[in-house]
């Protein structure tokens, strides 16, 4: 396993793939490696540079995953902005691989934002050509131009940039800000981006088949019905901490034909007694975190799930949460707690894995990757997955105790997934409940635009379920003559 960038997440959605490691590089990794080399006597004694050194070692990263994976094409995105000082080894390689891999065996493409000025009503091209300028005196020449807007791109400008910016006309795509992000496909598709890419690269592509992601995009933009979802965090005022969930939320709407709308309550205004934000929702999900700020207030949310029947899903710490709320008030251990949070508890319902004792360095330790979770038949879990076993991926230190396995599952909160040793609890539900499942792994990792994660989309499907029968049961409360009642008081 390993710690990446959230961009990598957006790579993983958009092309349906599990991506490995070798697809985030980062400037500390590569300087790690050249220093790790220099020290191992591989440059036998040579001074270290930016160049050769780290600019071969970004090269080789490079040719690395296209070779590990087979690919046909190796897309590689280089952050920061044109002129970052560190960014340029990584651009300076990317030159440089130009030249060795060919005219056809490459493609650059530059992503540039057109600002509009309200004061003169116009998109300037300007930023775009100095930037590009930048590019250029770095030895790299463009052959596409992405130009981001939130306003039309006139054809005298795009034909503007291409006559300064020396890129062919069709190489100058615009690309307004859309409503949702998976609209952008269709809008590159229609540019004919994919046929620039191939013409140049000269490949063999097979027939393009978007039918799929058009109807996607449909059922986004016009859904049935809407569920309120309450995700229930401390870092709620910076949603991409939480993008994977948001995403695979989307995912599940789109699978019911449902906008799902968002409510970010933050777990420590909870802490306060006022639940009252919680009031209306049609789901809870208490997603992972690390520390003990806020904890006691995604406690309130579960106890709240628990006891109106609301649908609950809980990711990493998520399930610790469930468990220390069941712990607290149906087993009536109301010093339950995790040993991260309390080491003297006399009630350690949550502690810490055994592998992680004794480990003192905090970084890339966790029990961190994809593990294999086998489920237990007849529970809401297997009945999600459709399978026996399945493989999710964790980051996390501390696991459900299994001293209080037995004794909880008699108050109705059961392991339905477990390690294959059967040792580590990987999946919780409460049997006495419509839908609250938890997880100690993220199955937010694994969802796709066109394949939901099961544990989301029966989670959204029980939201659903859930508005209907307030809405039915709002109905049957109505006076069956309203009409009357209202004459009558007015005579």
């Known amino acids: 396993g390993s710690e990446t960038d959230l961009d990598l997440?957006?790579?993983?959605?958009?092309?349906?793939?599990?991506?490995t490691s070798t697809s985030s590089v980062t400037t500390g990794q590569i300087y790690e490696t050249v220093l790790g080399k220099e020290r191992r006597g591989d440059y036998l004694g040579g001074t270290i540079q930016p160049i050769p050194h780290v600019t071969n070692e970004i090269k080789s990263c490079i040719r690395a995953v296209g070779r590990e994976t087979g690919a046909d094409v190796v897309l590689i995105e280089v952050g920061g902005t044109v002129g970052d000082i560190e960014g340029q080894p990584f651009l300076e390689a990317i030159r440089q691989m130009r030249k060795e891999e060919g005219r056809n065996g490459t493609l650059s493409i530059h992503v540039t934002l057109l600002p509009y000025l309200g004061a003169s009503g116009e998109l300037k091209t300007k930023p775009t050509q100095h930037s590009v300028r930048e590019l250029r005196s770095m030895g790299i020449q463009p052959d596409v131009i992405i130009c981001r807007s939130d306003r039309p791109v006139a054809d005298e400008l795009k034909a503007k940039i291409s006559l300064f910016c020396d890129v062919e006309r069709k190489g100058v795509i615009p690309l307004l800000t859309m409503s949702s992000i998976y609209e952008v496909p269709l809008v590159l598709e229609e540019a004919n981006l994919g046929d620039y890419v191939v013409d140049i690269l000269q490949l063999e592509a097979p027939e393009r088949d978007l039918d799929d992601w058009r109807d996607l995009v449909d059922r986004l933009k016009h859904p049935t019905g809407e569920v309120t979802v309450a995700i229930v965090g401390k870092y709620v005022e910076l949603h991409d901490a939480y993008i994977s969930v948001r995403e695979s939320l989307t995912h599940a709407g789109i699978h019911h034909n449902q906008k799902v709308t968002i409510r970010w309550i933050h777990s420590e205004e909870l802490e306060r007694g006022d639940v009252s934000t919680l009031d209306g929702v049609d789901g809870i999900v208490v997603p992972g975190g690390f520390g003990e700020r806020g904890f006691e207030g995604k406690l309130q949310a579960a106890h709240v799930a628990r006891t109106q029947g609301i649908p609950y899903l809980g990711l990493c710490l998520g399930l610790q949460v469930m468990v220390v709320e069941a712990a607290?008030?149906?087993?009536?251990?109301?010093?339950?707690?995790?040993?991260?949070?309390?080491p003297e508890t006399s009630h350690p319902v949550i502690s810490l894995l055994s592998e992680q004792e004794g480990v003192t360095q905090k970084g890339a330790t966790m029990r961190l990757g994809a593990y294999p979770c086998e489920?237990?038949?007849g529970t809401r879990a297997h009945q999600a997955y459709g399978v026996a076993e399945v493989e999710e991926r964790h980051r996390h230190r501390y696991e459900f105790n299994n001293a209080y396995r037995d004794a909880l599952a008699e108050v109705g909160i059961v392991a339905s997934g477990l390690s294959p040793d059967g040792q580590l609890v990987e999946i919780c539900e409460n049997n006495h409940h419509p839908f609250m499942v938890a997880t100690q792994f993220h199955p937010e990792f694994r969802s796709r635009p066109l394949r939901p994660h099961p544990?989301?989309?029966?989670?959204?499907?029980?939201?659903?379920d859930r508005k209907a029968r307030q809405l039915d049961s709002a109905a049957s409360?109505?006076?069956?003559d309203i009409s009357g009642a209202v004459a009558g008081g007015g005579s």
Do not use: C, M, Q
Request: charged share 25%; net charge negative; aromatic share 12%.
């Open 375 to 377: 489920l237990v038949p």
């Open 477 to 480: 409360t109505v006076p069956a």
């Open 9 to 19: 997440g957006h790579y993983e959605r958009f092309l349906d793939d599990n991506l």
């Open 455 to 464: 544990l989301f989309r029966d989670f959204i499907g029980a939201a659903i």
């Open 328 to 342: 607290r008030n149906l087993l009536g251990h109301k010093d339950a707690n995790s040993s991260e949070f309390a």
